[in-house]
């Protein structure tokens, strides 16, 4: 059964920063996709970033230049460095895997975490 669990949430003033990471298990991690999504009150869920299992990245217009998305196979973890946040930044953040990377884009798999709180403060 894949699990995984996000941490590192928090309350931040804009213009700070803050890492989440994604600890999975029940997979073999290496061998998947791994994407973060995000859903804000009142909004639907949507794309953030994803990294392939080979490394590439893809990210969303609106947080390209200053989200980070990257993987640690050996620790079968994902992490997501989030710099120069701003209050629309301000979200529920979920990791997700076993889903199909494309060009520009990520299709998600039905593994989600209970996801971490993300509060940018102006």
């Known amino acids: 059964q894949v699990q995984l669990v996000e941490s590192g949430g928090g309350l931040v003033q804009a213009g700070g920063s803050l890492r989440l990471s994604c600890a999975a298990s029940g997979l073999t991690f290496s061998r998947y996709n791994m994407g973060w999504y995000r859903q804000a009150p009142g909004k639907e869920r949507e794309f953030v970033a994803t990294i392939t299992r080979s490394g590439r990245t893809y990210y969303a217009d609106v947080v390209k230049g200053r989200l980070t998305i990257s993987r640690d196979d050996a620790k079968n973890t994902v992490y997501l460095q989030m710099n120069s946040l701003k209050p629309e930044d301000t979200a529920i953040y979920y990791c997700?895997?076993?889903?199909?990377?494309?060009?520009?884009?990520?299709?998600?798999?039905?593994?989600w975490g209970q996801g971490t709180q993300v509060t940018v403060s102006s």
């Open positions: 997700n895997t076993g889903g199909a990377a494309y060009g520009g884009g990520y299709s998600p798999g039905s593994s």
